[in-house]
């Protein structure tokens, strides 16, 4: 065992540091393993990929190894709260305990920060006037002259979702860089600054691919050169890449550069040009793009094989989109005649350009090799993309030459942020820079669902990781004891148009008994308004149960209260909800005992992206079904399912309402992806099940 290895084992013993340190810390051989095989990668390097079942300790797992190492790492999470908790109580916590000299920074998107000079130039924003915006920016303004770090997580009482946000934040398309007034002291440099200086940066996904992005252009994020690289959360990566590393057009770009162009204009050169004008013309165009995608109900996403998006007249659209060029086009040509003037107006102008091209391309035939489609809500997305980032991802995860140099001094970064221009991982080492010769550098990709199968090629076929370790640890839980499993046969198949109301019905009469307790899961939000509707109207006062409906008050509300049920003399909950909560929504305690899934979560037949990627798996000779439909299905039910038990002292029942589990042969292979919890034969069953709970929440032992 290496020296390494010998600290990590020590470590996470039952006599080490953090067994006598951390309050509730308990040795797992799970969590050793998976550490012990992290170290192996960190000093070895190659690429590593753990599935580790829920209450293996992962985060420690892949920290204490990275940590002792002392190599430069980058920790990337797929959410916005695993990274804080990361950077803000489980790294600081493990360098304190093991003594160690580590500088520790944290890195969001450009658009997590405040802006002073879009601050500044907020008030003459036409959303400026709106009812308690003034209120609202002062609040913003007051707090800028306070924080250090500028990231607007601090700034409570506003909303991400706020029409103010975007006025004092940047994104890549408004930043100025190093013309902006305000960039010797912007937050997002200072940020970077603190970044490069830093030996463990915690970054996320996003932020990653949108590195990975435009390396190739020469403009980079400033994420450092590192010796380890690893991915929490992981099984999101392919998505996001796929996400980041296509083509994109959307009415909200559009928008925002109408809205951008204005109140720029007008402040700035006021009578050179008509802003109204062409601002008017280019949201016109805008939304009209938007209505020639027609009318639907909810997030639809068309098929665009051809030269148009399925669905769509072929005139209307044509039409709309000549028209949006053509005011993009009047636009870029009143923007060269200010230019001059400010630095504000050449960012705008380069924007303007972006998006001609973008039209452009989306006015051609789509790449055979990728995938395109019209994503349609309250706004309209274009989108062509890969249909994986396998191709991407292993180019990227070759060995390269590292510096020997060690991190930038301040003053190096402050250089290196004016001309944007640092890469994250160099392609080819410069001729001024002493390079060690080539090393395997150290990729760990971690998450506690990753496939149905030992391979778990789910994951690592799309990603590219075909020579990859690939190490499974099981859940310390006992499933058998702790949770059961129950597929009412009495409902009707989940196609019938009844299905919803009686899912609802015996969520209802559940809560009832359980007062609350109950999460019910939903695989479309067409199902998720019928049940949530259902259980509001059968749920009244009296039962003293609270239904909460995802989309009916920000996602951290929903999540709080259900968190605390019925403490406090409250009402316990039911929580209706689809998408983000199928994962990263975590409720140990006796406030969540119950977790329904209306129906099996294969993925939306009509989806384009989903349907390239089940073409070109029949292409190769494989069951689009049972290469590729039923393992998607597989990795959500268990994520679904994930939600039920969170600790040692949890129980519950999981309700899968769809009968196909157990009536068709590929049943069986998804119960086997499930953990191997009690089965609940009846509804006789499934009601005493119930009843245990409710008498005894603190009983530990089998119900």
Known sequence: MSLLGQRVAETLSDHGVLAQVVPGFQPRQGQTDMAMAVSQTVQEGGQLVVEAGT?????????????????????????????????????????????????????????????????????????????????????????????????MAELTGLDERSSLWPLVTSTRDNCLGSSCPRFKACHVMLARKEAMAADVVV????????????????????????????????????????????????????????????????????GLVDWQLL??????????????????????????????????????????????????????????????????????????????????????????????????????????SPLDIADAFSALTQPIALPTASAPTNEEADAASEQDQVHAWPLEPSAETHQEPVVQRAWVFTSATLGDDHTLRWFTQPCGLSSATVLQVSSPFDYARQAALYVPEHLPKPGDPGHAVQVAHLAAESARLLGGRTLVLTTTLNAMRTIGEQLQSQLDASANVEVLVQGQSPKRRLMERFREGASGG???????????FWEGFDVPGDALQLVIIDKLPFPPPGDPLFEARSQRVTREGRSAFSDHAL???????KQGAGRLIRSEADRGVLVVCDKRLTSMSYGRRLIRGLPEMRRLNSNEEFQAALLQLTTDATNSTTF
Request: hydrophobic share 45%; aromatic share 4%; with cysteine.
């Open 55 to 151: 209450g293996v300790g992962k985060t420690y797992a892949y920290l204490v190894p990275v940590l002792l190492s002392g190599q430069r790492a980058l920790v990337s999470t797929a959410t916005k709260a695993l990274q804080d908790q990361l950077f803000s109580r489980d790294i600081p916590r493990l360098v304190e305990v093991l003594g160690l000299p580590i500088r520790v920074a944290l890195l969001k998107g450009r658009s997590n920060y405040l802006c002073l000079h879009r601050m500044e130039q907020a008030r003459h924003s036409p959303e400026a006037a709106e009812p308690g915006a003034q209120r609202a920016l002062a609040k913003i303004e007051t707090w800028s002259q306070a924080t250090r770090t500028g990231d």
């Open 279 to 384: 601002s008017g013309q280019l949201e016109k165009a805008s939304r009209d793009l938007r209505l020639a995608a027609g009318m639907h109900r909810g997030s639809v996403r068309l098929r665009w094989t051809q030269s148009l998006p399925e669905g769509v007249d072929a005139s209307e659209w044509t039409g709309a989109m000549q028209t949006l060029s053509q005011s993009l086009q009047l636009l870029e040509a009143g923007l060269e005649m200010v230019t001059e003037l400010a630095p504000d107006f050449q960012r705008l102008s380069d924007r303007t350009r972006e998006l001609l091209q973008a039209v452009a391309l989306f006015s051609s035939l789509p790449d055979p090799e990728g995938v395109r489609w019209a994503e349609v809500t309250a706004q309209l997305r274009l989108v062509e």
């Open 631 to 637: 393992p998607e299905a597989a990795v959500a039910l």
């Open 203 to 270: 970054i996320n996904h996003h932020l990653f691919f949108a590195d990975m992005a435009v390396r190739e252009s020469g403009v980079a994020e400033l994420l450092p050169t590192v010796r380890v690289t690893v991915f929490d959360e992981a099984h999101q990566l392919n998505e996001i890449g796929v996400n980041f590393l296509g083509k994109q057009l959307s009415t909200v770009q559009l928008l925002e550069l109408s809205r951008d162009v204005l109140a720029t204009g007008l402040q700035l050169a006021r």
């Open 570 to 580: 409250r009402a316990g909950c039911v929580l209706v909800a689809s998408a983000s």
